[in-house]
């Protein structure tokens, strides 16, 4: 059975950091390209970062510069490092494993004082 489990949201003020892990287990975890997705309430769910299977990198625009993603294969999990939060980076975090329909069951993320 496939299981990806996110960890490490909370509350934190805005400028603060927070770093998200994904625990995969069930598949073959070294061969998938991951993401990082969030949803805010009212939105779609959109992609914040991925990590191909030789640890290239992509961001979307609002997050360059702030987060990093990352991925250790050797424990099956990727993390996002998020430093300084805003106010609109709340919403729930998910990962997923690239092209599949393995999703988390998300963590929530807010960024307010």
């Known amino acids: 059975q496939v299981q990806l489990t996110e960890s490490g949201g909370g509350l934190v003020q805005p400028g603060g950091s927070l770093r998200l892990s994904c625990a995969a287990s069930?598949?073959?975890?070294?061969?998938?390209?991951m993401g990082w997705y969030r949803q805010s309430p009212g939105k779609q769910r959109e992609l914040v970062a991925t990590?191909?299977?030789?640890?290239?990198?992509n961001y979307a625009d609002s997050v360059k510069g702030r987060f990093t993603i990352s991925r250790d294969n050797a424990r099956n999990a990727v993390y996002l490092q998020m430093n300084s939060l805003k106010p609109e980076d709340t919403a729930v975090y998910y990962c997923?494993?690239?092209?599949?329909?393995?999703w988390g069951q998300g963590t929530p993320v807010t960024v307010s004082s």
């Open positions: 990590i191909t299977t030789d640890s290239n990198t």
């Open positions: 997923r494993a690239i092209h599949t329909n393995y």
């Open positions: 069930g598949i073959d975890f070294s061969v998938y390209n």
